[in-house]
């Protein structure tokens, strides 16, 4: 940048102290590596979160003007039984149990 005639020149010292300490900083360096990473990382996600742009939607047909009447259960069940719909057949009692422990280690005989 050149100096227009009757001004002093630019006077680039304090900008270049100020450049030298952060550039010799290796925290500071390594905090704006950290940072243009993270804005990378939420560039991107946002990028992917918006919805990709949809088709034309196809023109819907168009409702009936009278709707269906639903079909009615033949057998209303009482709304105050705990179970509407209990097991026809349960399963009849199977007894006492077989010999829950045979002996494990019969002794041979000789």
């Avoid at 630019?10 to 590596?33: F, M, Q, Y």
């Avoid at 168009?62 to 709707?67: D, G, L, Q, T």
């Avoid at 709304?79 to 349960?90: A, E, K, L, R, T």
């Amino acid at each position: 940048m050149a100096s227009e005639p009757g001004m002093p020149p630019p006077d680039n010292r304090i900008i270049n102290k100020i450049t030298n300490k952060i550039a010799n900083n290796k925290l500071t360096t390594i905090g704006v590596v950290f940072v243009v990473i993270v804005f990378i990382v939420v560039m991107i996600n946002i990028s992917s979160d918006e919805p990709s742009p949809e088709p034309e939607p196809s023109p819907e047909p168009e409702p009936s003007p009278e709707p269906e009447p639903s079909p009615e259960p033949a057998d209303d069940p009482d709304p105050d039984d705990p179970d509407p719909d209990p097991d026809p057949d349960p399963d009849p009692d199977p007894g006492p149990d077989p010999d829950p422990d045979p002996d494990p280690d019969p002794v041979p005989d000789p």
